[in-house]
């Protein structure tokens, strides 16, 4: 939770108190309440916006999938997957190659 362990809040907790005192602090929690629950209605209201305009391609879209670093992790990922799918079907044999001094066949009607 944002790099902030069980000793750190307990810290705030302890300051907060001595700052505002046993009867403001109830009040300063549901204020951050309230914010908070504002602030996650207004990112959700965002995502869906976004799904909307972008249409029904992106309907799984989340906000965090639009982190770079969330980005390049699944494009390589879906890369290296590939790339074993290519390692494990067969080899497409084509012409054999040119032996020294062989002339490549010439199609006059291609070029």
């Known amino acids: 939770m944002f790099g902030v362990g069980l000793m750190e809040l307990a810290v705030i907790a302890l300051v907060a108190m001595f700052m505002f005192g046993p009867d ?4 300063f929690a549901k204020q951050a ?3 908070l629950r504002k602030a996650r209605s207004f990112a959700n209201s ?3 916006d976004l799904r909307e305009e972008l249409g029904p391609e992106f309907a799984d879209l989340e906000l965090r999938d639009l982190d770079p670093r969330t980005i390049v992790r699944k494009h ?5 997957e590939d790339a074993g799918e290519e390692a494990d079907r067969p ?4 012409a054999a190659p040119l032996a020294d001094g062989e002339v490549p066949p010439y199609d006059v009607d291609a070029t």
């Not at 403001?24 to 009040?27: A, F, I, M, T, V």
């Not at 390589?76 to 290296?80: D, K, L």
């Not at 080899?91 to 084509?94: A, C, D, H, I, V």
Request: net charge positive; no cysteine; proline share 5%.
């Open 46 to 48: 965002a995502r869906d």
């Open 76 to 80: 390589i990922i879906e890369a290296m």
């Open 91 to 94: 080899k497409r044999r084509g």
């Open 33 to 35: 309440g309230a914010v």
């Open 24 to 27: 403001k602090l109830p009040e």
